[in-house]
């Protein structure tokens, strides 16, 4: 299945493919601040349909996830990270997903704020 996605103004915009098995709730500051829920997937499976060099991205903590997010709207949809075996991996904010009804998937709890 492929899903659209963005920011609320729509300066991001993207695809996404893949099917949906669960999402993730994270507690960590900056996902309980923005209401994060997360939907972790390969890079690969997400397509920029907007010019890449013009995503603003925050770091923090450790400094290894680039959490993008628009400075027009301030949604932050999607970061990118190596995933744990090293290939490069995107955890998109499901919320930004156009016309899906989150409440059909299960939802896992990871303690973001003690990592």
């Not at 493919?17 to 997400?46: D, H, P, V």
């Not at 013009?54 to 995933?83: M, Q, V, W």
């Not at 090293?86 to 990871?110: H, I, M, T, Y």
């Amino acid at each position: 299945m492929t899903y659209q996605g963005g920011c609320h103004c729509g300066k991001i915009s993207f695809s996404v493919t893949g099917e949906i098995a669960s999402l993730t709730e994270c507690n960590c500051s900056l996902c309980s601040k923005r209401g994060g829920l997360l939907w972790f997937i390969g890079r690969e499976q997400l397509q920029l349909q907007s010019p890449a060099g013009e995503l603003p991205t925050y770091r923090f903590n450790t400094r290894k996830i680039a959490h993008h997010f628009c400075d027009l709207c301030g949604c932050a949809p999607f970061s990118e990270a190596l995933g744990p075996d090293g290939k490069p991996g995107a955890a998109v904010n499901a919320r930004c997903l156009e016309d899906v009804d989150l409440s059909q998937f299960p939802r896992q709890q990871w303690d973001g704020r003690s990592h």
